[in-house]
């Protein structure tokens, strides 16, 4: 009875255990019919965003570890046929037999990372160089805020050999220069007279390294390079200019760690069609800062008889209304403010709280055009116009222009 209650208990230990240990693939976050280049690419995600280097805590550290186990037992065809069949209990009984342990996690890491896999945060590692990437936004996705992508030519370690250089993935130390990368080399000078030199090994290329199989796809450089898309956001009143900042996804390399990939947001001359559709006299958003500016083309009626309204499209689609009473002037040249209707407004400090009060203004330049020739009865409006602002003003023409008024003999003698 005794003997049963401790087997029982046994038992229920043993799946708790199981049952405690997450399904590799759900670590991966991938299927169970995945090949070996989903398995690579999850890992590379999750093992770079559960790097303790790059997100302290104990926490972190256990995730990271995990991921590393679950691709060590998926990326090798056998390991992952006896987790196929017999699960985690499986790979502990072809652990205890001999059949492979655990590797250190950081390890792993280094292969696809370089660096001894880590973030650079060590002391005397050697760091890649920073790469600069400019892409183009439109104003419309500054306004907005935007979620996009970019590709860029970006150099990987390879996949294929894990960045060996080996098609086998076997690499042996140089027997030219004996692991030490470099020779010396005797040149003589004169009878009897030699000079010694430290070269580079041409053999290994100054690795110390020699392989016997090259890899077929990175022909033994153990780095390809090879378009990469890159998600990137873009927040709404970001400015022109503004860098966005990867850490660790410059050029990658076994040698060293990866330096941080900077994208700088440029402005990018506008599309008419797709950003102003509505109008076709090639006006469009102007921005300086945190105000935008726009031209506004009147034509000579309007600008001098007034009575009229325009209805602004904005960048987001939302209408901005412009209006002159009948009777209201506007000036060639004349500045128009209008308060609030500018580029939001962008908090460099981190703080994504957006507020919609908080924009900058958005300035109305109105161009007067003049017409080829007068319309039939604009002349009659516009004098009629013009003899009710000489009365509301009192200018006299002539009294203004220093000439003498004409009396009434001057009009008699002109009819003669």
Not at 293 to 302: K, N, P, Q, V
Not at 389 to 406: I, T
């Amino acid at each position: 009875m005794l003997l049963r209650m401790v087997a029982l208990v046994l038992l229920v230990m043993l799946v708790q255990l199981v049952i405690c240990q997450e399904d590799f693939y759900k670590v991966l976050g991938i299927k169970k019919n995945a090949n070996d280049k989903e398995i690579k690419s999850a890992y590379r995600q999750l093992s770079k965003k559960y790097h303790p280097d790059k997100n302290p805590g104990e926490d972190t550290q256990k995730k990271f570890v995990e991921v590393s186990e679950a691709y060590e037992a998926l990326i090798n065809k056998e390991t992952r046929q006896i987790y196929d069949q017999y699960g985690h209990e499986g790979l502990k009984q072809r652990q205890q037999g001999g059949g492979g342990g655990h590797h250190d996690p950081f390890d792993l890491f280094s292969r696809f990372f370089g660096g001894g896999g880590h973030f650079g945060n060590q002391p005397g590692q050697r760091r890649g160089p920073n790469i600069e990437v400019k892409v183009g936004i439109a104003l419309r996705d500054f306004y907005e805020g935007r979620t996009t992508e970019f590709q860029w030519d970006k150099q990987q370690i390879c996949e294929d050999c894990e960045g060996t250089g080996a098609a086998d993935r076997v690499v042996d130390t140089c027997h030219s220069c004996g692991g030490h990368g470099v020779k010396i080399v005797k040149h003589q000078l004169a009878p009897g007279m030699y000079q010694q030199v430290q070269m580079q090994c041409d053999q290994c290329g100054g690795r110390g390294k020699a392989i016997k199989h090259k890899c077929p796809v990175c022909g033994g450089q153990r780095v390809v390079r090879k378009p990469t898309t890159v998600s990137l956001t873009v927040e709404k009143g970001m400015a022109n200019g503004a860098r966005v900042v990867y850490e660790n996804e410059a050029d990658a390399s076994p040698d060293y760690v990866a330096g941080d990939l900077f994208v700088t947001l440029v402005e990018k001359e506008p599309d008419l069609e797709h950003d102003n559709p509505d109008h076709v006299d090639g006006t469009f958003f102007r921005r300086k800062g945190n105000d935008l500016f726009w031209r506004e083309i009147l034509s000579l009626r309007e600008a001098w008889m007034g009575d009229w309204t325009r209805n602004l499209t904005h960048l987001d689609g939302h209408v901005v209304r412009l209006s002159r009473k009948r009777g209201e002037v506007v000036q060639a040249g004349q500045i128009e403010t209008v308060v609030g209707e500018g580029m939001p407004i962008w908090h460099e400090d981190g703080d994504d709280v957006y507020h919609k009060t908080e924009h900058g203004n958005l300035f109305i330049e109105y161009v007067v055009v003049l017409p080829d020739q007068m319309e039939s009865g604009m002349e009659k409006e516009f004098w009629a116009l013009f003899q009710k602002w000489r009365g509301k003003n009192g200018v006299n023409l002539q009294k203004d222009s220093g000439r003498p008024e004409k009396t009434a003999h001057d009009h008699k003698h002109e009819e003669l």
